[in-house]
């Protein structure tokens, strides 16, 4: 309470009043807000012209209580707020001679005096809305008096909504407003919150309301009846009507529908109108959502139409071919359509109207176009080339034509927030009037270089205002990705300059972590970058290394081999020079007696001279049947003891070698002994004549074959091959052995 006073009187004294307001009162320049039950005692400074009592207790209003203090009479606006008292007295406000607003509001006033507004004389605008018990008649009747003679605006919001009896607007009604005996001048006219059991159109043109009304709001009223809705006469005065959020009678809902045809004839009360508002009214019907295919020829109905407000109306589809009277198509300059459920809208619905200014689509299904008749909604706007503002936000929409802003080069506000766009990859170069360009809330991850260049030639182009482009709350890519990150560089360069705030509104994602590009998202995308990029290159590297180490130490272990054999090899050789072979034969030459002739008389003696060529010795170095079996000893027995002195077993393999029971045997014990076997094929014999082991033995490794020819026959591959490899075959044999021993004397220690 003190500070209050205290403020008041600061105020007060600082704007250099006389005698200070009350002390109830807070005064700032010229108005006054005084909290009292009974303001009679009120001193106001001289240069207060406005007051809001608030607290006020009706009871206690008087006759004197503006009339005793002729300082009332300067007031021009008073607002009341009272709470108490039943009934609004007489003649209580004589002395506010000078006032041309009354505000007067109590809930629970349910009469008042007939002469309640005498004394009145000045004023304009009477709001006498929130009296919601006061009956109707006794207001009607205060009406009918000559009080109020300048009154042009009357608000009588929630008139008597407190009750479930309802408010007949008839003859009477209108005809107490107009005034009887005074012809009041009534411009506007609110009568919304209120429930009408009858609303007569016939009435409110009989009592000449249609030579003065410009504005009625009938918002938020349910209407039970409607009577002479199909007036034969035009509102003349009339220019915005508002029956939003309003519940009317179904037979207006089946006319506003469906009777297109019949629509002009019945709609001459409305043909002066303006701006006409009916949103709202969709949440009342039960009936499956508005949508017509029907055509409307509407070129004979002068209707004047400025504005139309449709919004929130479960309107499905507008499929009409509208043809329009050309003063309509002149005039028609504002629509909004917005929260519908709208799926489709003709191109000629709108195509007539080619003076549109603004047209708001927002909050509709527009996508299902877009999606089933693309090549409709790009020229959906085609032919509105005056549009400056095109609202197309939350529609969910993914995709924009190309060209569907090709002609609507005056634009300056083009809002696609809200939608599910991905890619910018439509024309938006001509719109060089572009104030305001909405994107924020879409599916964008980046915007490609080709788009980021048209926006700073349009920013650039439209130097006589500044452009404004909304690219927040976007998904937005941080990666090593060049166009994600000159997106986010781009963000960061001409922020302010085009692209609007607030920064905290951008964001990027890196891995899954949500970051604010103007914050820390730059930065971190970089050193992660950074990371995965020494990661790749040491990635790289690396196998590089590996692959180069595993060449070499391949090449190494190779050459290693080779040496190793070569030394191996001049060991063996040596060791055979000098007699320190441990075998006594390098190789055992297997064959068949059938083929005896050829292998005695021929093969044998040139292998035996050819590897004493190779080692340097006269030592015989092949064992065979014919000259080292012992007479007399058991056949199997001098096999295996020949097999076991030679390092190398040689079948010299011909069909009849196959046949042999003993060949096979020496087969089957040389690959026992698992000593290294070389097949010498003598002739061409097929696998299935071999027996099993030589047929694994034939097809695992390669074989030597002797060719007859006219010079008595040679050996394929030759014969230095041949023994060079029954050499190598000896040193592997040797090798194996030590290894194997190595590993016998390792496990015994
Ligand atoms: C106020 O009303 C009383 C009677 O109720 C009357 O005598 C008096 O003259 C009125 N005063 C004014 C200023 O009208
Ligand atoms: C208003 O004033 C009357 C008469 O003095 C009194 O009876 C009533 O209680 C008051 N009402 C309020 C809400 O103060
Ligand atoms: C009615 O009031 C309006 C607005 O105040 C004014 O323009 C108009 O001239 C008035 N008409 C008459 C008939 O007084
Ligand atoms: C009218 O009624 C609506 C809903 O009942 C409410 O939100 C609004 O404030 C009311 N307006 C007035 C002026 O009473
Ligand atoms: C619009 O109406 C025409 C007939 O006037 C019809 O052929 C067409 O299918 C309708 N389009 C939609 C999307 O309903
Ligand atoms: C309006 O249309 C009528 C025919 O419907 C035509 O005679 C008239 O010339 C047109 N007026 C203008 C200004 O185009
Ligand atoms: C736009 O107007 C032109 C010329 O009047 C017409 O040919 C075209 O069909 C119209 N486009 C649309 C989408 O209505
Ligand atoms: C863009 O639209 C969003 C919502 O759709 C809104 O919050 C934002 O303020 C708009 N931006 C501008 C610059 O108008
Ligand atoms: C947005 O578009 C994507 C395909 O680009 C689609 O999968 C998704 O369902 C759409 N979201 C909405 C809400 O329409």
Sequence with gaps: MYPTVALSLTVCMFIACSSACSTSCVCIKDKATCRTPDPSGLVLSEHIREVVLQDLNASLLTNNTFSANSQWSQIETLEIWANGGESLGSRVFTGLSGLTYLGYHNEHMFYMEYDAFYGLDHLKELDFSTNIRLQTMSFLISMYSKNLPRLNKLT?????????????????????????????????LDISNVTFGEFNFQAFIQNGLCDSVHKVYLRYATFLNIQGYVAEETCSSLEVLDISDSLLPNIMLDFTISK???????????????????????????????????????????????????????????????????????????????????????????????????????????????????????????????????????????????????TNTELEVLDLSDNNLSSLDFNIGRLTNLKVLNLSYNAISYIDAQTRD?????????????????????????????????????????????????????????????????????????????????????????????????????????????????????????????????????????????DAELVVNTIL?????????????????????????RPGYALGEEIIRCIEDSAVTILAVSKNFCQKEWCRKEVQETYDQNKPIVLLLLERVEPDEMGKVLRKLFSRYAHASWISDSNGGHMEPDWSILCDALLDLTVEQSEKNTFKLKWLNWFSS
């Excluded at 299904?365 to 400056?388: A, G, S």
């Excluded at 190779?558 to 441990?582: A, D, T, W, Y």
């Excluded at 035996?608 to 006269?618: A, D």
């Design 156 to 188: 009588l919001t929630g008139l008597h909504s407190y009750y479930v009896e309802t408010i007949n607007a008839d003859y009477n009604f209108f005809q107490s407003i107009a005034g009887l005996d005074i012809q009041r001048n009534i411009t506007y």
């Design 260 to 406: 297109i045809d019949f629509l002009c004839r019945l709609t001459m009360f409305y043909f002066n109108i303006e701006e006409l508002y009916i949103n709202g009214l969709g949440k009342y019907m039960m009936t499956p959502p508005l949508q017509d295919d029907r055509d409307g020829d509407l070129s004979s109905c002068p209707y004047k139409m400025r504005k139309l407000s449709l919004e929130n109306n479960l309107i499905k589809r507008l499929n009409y071919t509208v043809k329009l009277h050309n003063d309509t198509q002149k005039t028609m300059e504002w629509i909004s359509l917005a929260g519908n459920i709208l799926e489709f809208i003709s191109p000629l619905f709108l195509s007539p109207s080619f003076n549109l200014k603004y047209l708001d689509l927002s909050s509709n299904q527009l996508h299902k176009m877009q999606e089933h008749y693309e090549d409709m909604f790009e020229l959906l706007i085609q032919n509105n080339t005056k549009l400056n503002v095109l609202k197309l936000n939350r529609n969910g929409i993914a995709r924009i034509p190309s060209n569907m802003f090709l």
């Design 605 to 629: 003696p040139r292998l035996n001279s050819e590897l004493q060529l190779k080692t340097g010795t006269s030592r015989v170095l092949v064992c065979s049947g014919d000259r080292h079996f």
């Design 454 to 594: 048209t926006m700073e030639q349009l920013a650039a182009a439209t130097n006589s205002h500044k452009l404004r482009i909304d690219l927040s709350n976007m998904p937005y890519i941080c990666s090593c990705d060049d166009n994600h990150m000159e997106t986010i560089q781009w963000i960061h360069r001409n922020l302010d300059t085009f692209i609007t705030s607030p920064r905290e509104d951008y964001m990027c994602t890196l891995q899954d972590e949500r970051l604010y590009i103007f914050q820390n998202a730059l930065e971190k995308t970089k050193s992660y970058c950074r990371v995965q990029r020494v990661k790749r290159d040491l990635a790289i590297s690396l196998s590089i290394v590996c692959v180069f180490l595993l060449i070499g130490i391949a090449v190494f272990l190779k050459i290693q081999g080779i040496r190793r054999r070569q030394r191996e090899r001049k060991n063996l050789l040596s060791q055979i020079e000098v007699g320190e072979f441990p075998k006594k034969f390098l190789a055992f030459l297997s064959f068949s007696s059938d």
